[in-house]
Nanobody, 125 residues
C-alpha cells in the first residue's frame, strides 16, 4: 500500500527555520515526483514546491523562491522541504503528494494522486 507520512511541522518565530520530511512506504520514492502543498484556513490549497522523479527538475512557487529548498534522500526514501526565513503568511497545513514517473514536475495538485495526512506549520511570535 502506497503511503506518505509528513513530519517536522511545529511553531516557529518569524525568520526561523523548519525542515519538513515526507517519508514514503510501499513504493520506491525515486520513481515518483513529490510535490509539497499547503493550505491555510479559509484559503485554497497552494503548490509550494516539487521535485521530479529520477533526479528530475525542481520547481518552486514565487512566494517561497530563495527561502525553501526541496531535496530527496533515496536511501531513506524521504523527501525534505527545508524552510528558512519563515513568515507568518507561511502558516498552513503542509502536505506532500506523489505522482509516478513525472521527471519534469509541476506543483499543481491535480497532477498528484497519493497524499499524506499533513503537518501543521505555524509562524508566529
Amino acid at each position: 500500500q502506497l503511503q506518505l507520512v509528513e513530519s517536522g511541522g511545529g511553531l516557529v518565530q518569524p525568520g526561523g527555520s523548519l525542515r519538513l520530511s515526507c517519508a514514503a512506504s510501499g513504493f520506491t520514492l525515486d520513481y515518483y515526483a513529490i510535490g509539497w502543498f499547503r493550505q491555510a484556513p479559509g484559503k485554497e490549497r497552494e503548490g509550494v514546491s516539487c521535485i521530479g522523479s529520477g533526479g528530475g527538475s525542481t520547481n518552486y512557487a514565487d512566494s517561497v523562491k530563495g527561502r525553501f529548498t526541496i531535496s530527496r534522500d533515496n536511501a531513506k526514501n524521504t523527501v525534505y522541504l527545508q524552510m528558512s526565513s519563515l513568515k507568518p503568511e507561511d502558516t498552513a497545513v503542509y502536505y506532500c503528494a506523489a505522482r509516478r514517473l513525472l521527471r519534469f514536475c509541476t506543483p499543481r495538485d491535480d497532477y498528484y494522486n497519493t497524499w499524506g495526512q499533513g503537518t501543521q506549520v505555524t509562524v508566529s511570535s
